[in-house]
């Protein structure tokens, strides 16, 4: 079958299931398994005993990518991230597989762990943009409620507020998770650290300071270099040759998001910057103390007799039912995930305390320039601690005046 260019015209449009490839070639989702060469070609040196080409893999994980896609009203079919598929697929999978029995239940929830952490240092190493985490996050909250609704509800433990406090928490949750998605306080490009485009055929002029700058302003511009007097030291230091801007003290460059981003902490389902940083703590404690609530009613629930403290770890005939099985296999669950950040609260609060953020106390910590105690939980770098209150009160009050550089001047030159 020979492979038909179709480029799309100006004042063509593309339908639901429409969409222009990695080729820029106009393209449909039912011709799926059509114009595989890559696949034919690799399928044709296995059969004929022959080694596969280096980028034979990648090539056909691009093609898969490329062409597994959802219809959409506007704009064409989207193309789907394949890491957002196995959080939907193997989540209820392996929970129901775990119902069955506890020592199913046991290695089950201690391994499914390691596979996200192991899963978190591949992606960390490779620096790789993905949204299995964020699909994770979402999925888990989302069927846990699922379930509280379709099997701890029908059980009549559960008066209608302590489902309203329930959804009430969870709607939050979204709500604040959605707010840290936004920006996070990226270093917007200031024109005047930018290389300039004008072409001169004569010496530059020396011009009124009082404009647009010196000579020696222009030609650092020029230069590629920031202006200032300390452009030398400060300026290639803070200078990022990916962003093209001056980073301000604090910030830093993500390179997952391929952005700079103001006061960078780290990098989670997105990054965690000056303008986010409150409402991705906001989403911990919320997601947490929702969280916790919800084991506390599930646990009293499907064991009415036992003590909450150690009801996770006693719970006699919770497997005799496969729906009490499921309801304490969740909570289990719940719990992990509870625990983790848990852990992850408490390092940030310990952080914002001491004034210091995550990205600036492992860099501290690499280069020995930190005190720290209790196994590392505790680093305080010095640089910006200020007291416990004057810290908290910066923290508290940084998203309110983001430190952007000013404006470009209308002229350069």
């Given at each position: 079958?020979k492979?038909?260019d179709?480029?799309l015209?100006?004042?063509?449009?593309?339908c639901?299931?429409e969409?222009m490839?990695r080729?820029?070639?106009?393209?449909h989702?039912?011709?799926?398994c059509?114009?595989?060469e890559d696949?034919d070609?690799a399928?044709?040196?296995?059969?004929?005993?022959?080694?596969?080409?280096?980028?034979?893999l990648?090539?056909?994980?691009?093609v898969v990518?490329?062409?597994i896609?959802?219809?959409?009203?506007?704009?064409g079919?989207?193309?789907v991230?394949?890491?957002?598929?196995p959080?939907?697929?193997?989540?209820?999978?392996?929970?129901?597989?775990?119902?069955?029995?506890?020592l199913?239940?046991?290695?089950?929830?201690?391994?499914?762990?390691?596979?996200?952490?192991?899963?978190?240092y591949f992606?960390?190493?490779?620096?790789?943009?993905?949204l299995?985490?964020?699909?994770l996050?979402?999925?888990?909250?989302?069927?846990?409620?699922?379930?509280?609704?379709?099997?701890?509800?029908?059980?009549?433990?559960?008066?209608?507020?302590?489902?309203?406090?329930?959804?009430?928490?969870?709607?939050?949750?979204?709500?604040?998770?959605?707010?840290?998605?936004?920006?996070?306080?990226?270093?917007r490009?200031?024109?005047?650290?930018?290389?300039?485009?004008?072409t001169?055929?004569?010496?530059?002029?020396d011009?009124?300071?009082?404009?647009?700058?010196?000579?020696?302003?222009?030609?650092?511009?020029?230069?590629?270099?920031?202006?200032g007097?300390?452009?030398?030291?400060?300026?290639?230091?803070?200078?990022?040759?990916?962003?093209?801007?001056v980073?301000?003290?604090?910030?830093?460059?993500?390179?997952?998001?391929?952005v700079?981003?103001l006061?960078?902490?780290?990098?989670?389902?997105?990054?965690?910057?000056?303008?986010?940083?409150?409402?991705?703590?906001?989403?911990?404690?919320?997601?947490l103390?929702?969280?916790?609530?919800?084991?506390?009613?599930?646990?009293?629930?499907?064991?009415?007799?036992?003590?909450?403290?150690t009801?996770?770890l006693?719970?006699p005939?919770?497997?005799?039912?496969?729906?009490?099985?499921?309801?304490?296999?969740?909570?289990?669950?719940?719990?992990?995930v509870?625990?983790?950040?848990?852990?992850?609260?408490?390092?940030?609060?310990?952080?914002v305390?001491?004034?210091?953020?995550?990205?600036?106390?492992r860099?501290?910590?690499?280069d020995?320039?930190a005190?720290?105690?209790?196994?590392g939980?505790?680093?305080?770098?010095?640089?910006?601690?200020?007291?416990f209150?004057?810290?908290?009160?910066?923290?508290l009050?940084m998203?309110?005046?983001?430190?952007?550089?000013?404006?470009?001047p209308?002229?350069?030159?």
């Amino acid at each position: 079958m020979k492979k038909k260019d179709k480029v799309l015209e100006k004042d063509e449009t593309l339908c639901c299931c429409e969409y222009m490839n990695r080729h820029g070639e106009r393209s449909h989702i039912a011709a799926c398994c059509c114009d595989c060469e890559d696949l034919d070609e690799a399928c044709d040196r296995w059969l004929k005993r022959e080694s596969q080409r280096a980028d034979s893999l990648s090539r056909l994980a691009a093609v898969v990518t490329d062409r597994i896609r959802v219809p959409w009203l506007w704009g064409g079919a989207r193309k789907v991230d394949l890491s957002v598929v196995p959080p939907l697929v193997l989540l209820p999978i392996l929970l129901h597989l775990a119902a069955l029995h506890f020592l199913l239940g046991m290695v089950v929830l201690t391994a499914l762990p390691g596979l996200v952490l192991w899963y978190y240092y591949f992606t960390h190493r490779k620096k790789g943009r993905t949204l299995f985490f964020l699909s994770l996050a979402l999925f888990s909250l989302a069927y846990m409620y699922y379930m509280f609704i379709t099997e701890v509800l029908p059980r009549g433990d559960v008066s209608s507020v302590q489902l309203g406090v329930v959804t009430v928490g969870v709607v939050f949750t979204l709500a604040a998770l959605a707010h840290t998605k936004k920006d996070p306080g990226i270093v917007r490009p200031n024109q005047a650290d930018i290389h300039s485009t004008v072409t001169y055929h004569s010496p530059v002029v020396d011009r009124d300071p009082a404009l647009n700058g010196t000579r020696q302003e222009v030609e650092a511009i020029l230069a590629n270099e920031p202006v200032g007097s300390e452009r030398k030291e400060s300026g290639r230091r803070n200078w990022c040759q990916v962003c093209k801007v001056v980073r301000p003290p604090r910030a830093g460059h993500c390179r997952i998001c391929g952005v700079c981003v103001l006061r960078l902490d780290h990098h989670c389902v997105c990054c965690v910057g000056q303008a986010n940083h409150r409402s991705f703590l906001l989403t911990l404690l919320l997601f947490l103390l929702t969280s916790l609530y919800g084991i506390i009613l599930v646990l009293r629930s499907v064991c009415p007799r036992q003590n909450l403290l150690t009801a996770l770890l006693y719970c006699p005939g919770v497997y005799n039912q496969y729906s009490t099985a499921l309801c304490f296999t969740c909570a289990w669950y719940s719990s992990i995930v509870t625990g983790g950040l848990l852990h992850l609260l408490a390092l940030q609060v310990i952080n914002v305390t001491y004034n210091v953020t995550e990205r600036e106390a492992r860099t501290a910590l690499r280069d020995k320039t930190a005190h720290s105690t209790y196994w590392g939980l505790i680093v305080d770098t010095g640089a910006y601690s200020r007291g416990f209150r004057s810290n908290w009160a910066e923290f508290l009050t940084m998203g309110d005046h983001l430190n952007q550089p000013p404006p470009a001047p209308a002229d350069l030159v």
